[in-house]
């Protein structure tokens, strides 16, 4: 069974940084690409960044230049590491996993985490 914790959200203000980081468990975390998502209250879940299996990296255009994604296979966690922060930023981020390519399509992740709240205040 494979199991995916995030942590690392929190309260910020903006032009902040925070970590999030996604521990992974029962599965060969190796050939995995990881996913991060975030959904707002009212919103969509909106893709934000991922890297697949070969650490090829993909970000939303509203993210890009202030997160960054990475992967440390000996710990088997990815990390979201999220600078300059927004209030708009503002959401419950997942993480997903799924074999080898990555997605910016959530359905596309059998795996999920159970969230971890990140809140940016003006």
């Known amino acids: 069974q494979v199991q995916l914790v995030e942590s690392g959200g929190g309260l910020v203000q903006a032009g902040g940084s925070l970590r999030l980081a996604c521990a992974t468990s029962?599965?060969?975390?190796?050939?995995?690409?990881m996913g991060w998502f975030r959904h707002a209250p009212g919103k969509e879940r909106e893709f934000v960044a991922s890297?697949?299996?070969?650490?090829?990296?993909d970000y939303a255009d509203s993210v890009k230049g202030r997160f960054t994604i990475s992967r440390d296979n000996a710990k088997n966690t990815v990390y979201l590491q999220m600078n300059s922060l927004k209030p708009e930023d503002t959401a419950v981020y997942y993480c997903?996993?799924?074999?080898?390519?990555?997605?910016?399509?959530?359905?596309?992740?059998?795996?999920w985490g159970q969230g971890t709240q990140v809140t940016v205040s003006s």
């Open positions: 997903a996993a799924r074999m080898f390519s990555s997605s910016g399509t959530y359905s596309r992740y059998p795996y």
């Open positions: 029962g599965g060969p975390f190796s050939m995995y690409a």
């Open positions: 890297m697949n299996s070969n650490t090829g990296t």
